[in-house]
């Protein structure tokens, strides 16, 4: 079951702009996660954010969190071509295990 | 840094055969899941273990079993693999607080049944 579902669905855009990525949920949640994974490999855990913290920022990842809109948004500032990769929110809704989303597929143009 | 090593990045079995796909992590994690992810659908969780010899059906256990007879090692296995088994499979790791910190994901297994 998908709990997480993120849009847009890809998002190309040129080396230095700055990359938005939005995820809804559905349920009530304990906490929030971003996960990278670069062309089929494994996911990499960004960022986690707790369902009582609204904005949490590492390095050039900005996350927010609307619990009364259960949504949550990843900002990628300054893109680079490395950043090009799948994102993924995971929801935490306090049972004991991650669900995932579909993904936003991000092309970083050099 | 945590790993949790998949024993093969691409693998292609006939339909009908037996099928195991192994996951060890180094970092004593009690928790470890599986997942099968496929284009448009996101991760799907299949199975997952919090101790040894334990197991829990995750969303999608149908045509699937697994086992953890060590900490450290967790196998899915298919017990007659089908063509709508082709998937990529991810193994994951996290300490027994889990979901509240975060995962540590395998490479992946790509698994082509023909």
């Known amino acids: 079951s998908q709990q997480g579902e993120e849009d847009p669905q890809a998002l190309s855009i040129q080396e230095g702009e700055n990359a938005t990525m939005n995820c809804s949920y559905k349920t009530s949640i304990n906490n929030l996660q971003w996960y990278r994974q670069n062309s089929g490999r494994g996911l990499v855990h960004l960022i986690l954010i707790r369902s009582n913290e609204r904005e949490k920022h590492s390095g050039r990842l900005r996350v927010t969190l609307d619990t009364s809109k259960k949504s949550s948004s990843l900002l990628i500032t300054a893109s680079r071509a490395a950043d090009t990769a799948s994102y993924f929110c995971?929801?935490?809704?306090?049972?004991?295990?991650?669900?995932f989303g579909a993904g936003t597929i991000l092309r970083v143009k050099s | 840094d945590v790993k949790v090593t998949q024993s093969s990045r691409y693998l292609v079995k006939r339909t009908g055969e037996k099928v195991f796909l192994e996951c060890v992590q180094d970092m004593d994690h009690e928790n470890m899941f599986w997942y099968r992810q496929d284009p448009g659908l996101g991760l799907r969780l299949i199975y997952f273990?919090?101790?040894?010899?334990?197991?829990e059906k995750g969303d999608i256990p149908e045509g699937y079993s697994v086992s953890r007879e060590k900490k450290e090692r967790f196998s899915l296995i298919l017990e007659s693999a089908s063509t709508n088994q082709t998937s990529m499979y991810l193994c994951?790791?996290?300490?027994?607080?889990?979901?509240?910190?975060?995962?540590?994901f395998g490479s992946g297994t790509r698994l082509t049944v023909v």
């Open positions: 273990s919090y101790d040894v010899k334990m197991k």
């Open positions: 994951a790791s996290s300490e027994r607080t889990g979901p509240q910190e975060g995962y540590t």
């Open positions: 995971a929801t935490d809704a306090y049972g004991n295990k991650l669900v």
